[in-house]
């Protein structure tokens, strides 16, 4: 069969005109782009998304990294207020309306800031070690959350994250920061010097330091039978050595999504006793009910003005106390706070952190007030 006369094929001059059809000779963007996308999006007339930018995705990812930081220490310090006034609206209230938002933030940061740099601390050694991981290997690899998280954060809060958690971790707990600082920020032996023998001096230098700091505890927590404490003390240090990466390219999606489901229920599970952590302080407050008659109260102080003492008792309820009949008030501790492990780390006890041992320095801890142990 041929072609009718009056038909020009694509791309072939017109013979009256001498001159090629411009619509027919080339073809339109979305003609393109249907025949680069396949027959399927050609068919349903749909264009495909170009692919996200890189810039675009690490501002989304700086947007949910600061938006988890700000927004759960908010989140956490109104349940606190729930947890305490024990569900009851009023109560809740009533402390809402006594416990100012600067109050409120400072008891979150001084009984959770441990958690909170706990979390940070995870986050930036995972997502390094993840990071690193992602770079070698193939391009199109859609990069896990911890490392996003990682590539959209200044050093500087890194940094000041693990000042945090020096600060503020019981001092059991911190030799955990060598293995985590050092994949933070990627700190193998190898950059300690580019010989071998410098480098196994320097590493010997610093284990018998560490040795000779930790030596008294290390052997009273053997005799103490304190197995959690030896492997706590013991182990992260050697940890540190292995922890850069890069990980098997085979085990990287996977691990990437079982340790941010692992930190995820790691913040749940640490979260529940800050909930439940008071914000007020906790005292037993002595009234004379009557001529000669005294009662001690015990409960955490919400207000005190010029007319009554505010009370919110540990066994529920609210208390008002005239400020006349009061004789006398103290100061108790709570029982999380008193020690359960007898180690000590040059003078200074393993359940304590650093601020808070510099704090007992100055400060040394008075007795307990028999009234604190006998009123319940």
Do not use: K
């Amino acid at each position: 069969m041929t072609a009718p006369p009056d038909a020009v094929p694509a791309g072939t001059a017109d013979p009256g005109t001498g001159t090629a059809d411009p619509g027919a000779a080339t073809a339109g963007p979305g003609a393109a782009a249907a025949g680069a996308a396949g027959p399927g999006a050609a068919a349903l007339g749909r264009a495909v998304p170009p692919p996200a930018d890189p810039a675009e995705r690490r501002a989304r990812a700086t947007q949910s990294f600061w938006t988890a930081v700000v927004g759960v220490p908010a989140v956490f310090s109104v349940l606190r207020l729930g947890v305490e006034a024990g569900g009851e609206l009023q109560t809740t209230l009533l402390l809402v309306a006594n416990v100012g938002t600067v109050n409120l933030l400072a008891g979150f940061l001084t009984t959770a800031a441990a958690l909170l740099s706990t979390a940070l601390v995870a986050v930036f050694a995972l997502g390094a070690v993840l990071r690193v991981s992602v770079d070698r290997m193939p391009p199109g690899i859609r990069r896990p959350l911890f490392a996003r998280w990682v590539d959209s954060t200044p050093a500087w809060f890194a940094v000041a994250s693990f000042l945090l958690a020096l600060g503020t971790w019981p001092l059991l707990y911190l030799p955990l920061l060598l293995p985590a600082f050092v994949a933070a920020f990627q700190l193998g032996p190898e950059r300690l010097h580019e010989q071998r023998v410098p480098r196994l001096l320097l590493l010997a230098a610093g284990f018998a330091g560490y040795l000779w700091l930790l030596g008294p505890t290390l052997l009273d927590a053997g005799g103490q039978g304190e197995a959690l404490a030896l492997a706590l003390l013991v182990v992260p240090p050697v940890l540190a050595l292995f922890v850069t990466g890069p990980l098997p390219a085979a085990v990287v999606r996977p691990l990437a999504s079982v340790t941010e489901a692992a930190v995820l229920a790691m913040l749940v599970w640490a979260a529940l006793p800050v909930i439940s952590t008071p914000v007020l302080p906790l005292t037993v407050t002595t009234v004379e009910t009557s001529p000669g008659v005294t009662e001690d109260v015990r409960g955490h102080v919400v207000t005190v003005d010029d007319v009554d003492v505010v009370l919110l008792q540990e066994r529920g309820g609210v208390r008002y106390l005239p400020v006349g009949q009061v004789r006398a008030q103290v100061l108790c501790p709570s029982e999380d706070e008193l020690p359960r492990r007898q180690l000590r780390v040059r003078d200074f006890h393993v359940e304590d952190s650093l601020l808070e041992g510099l704090g007992r320095r100055v400060r040394p801890v008075h007795r307990i007030d028999a009234a604190c142990r006998t009123v319940r």
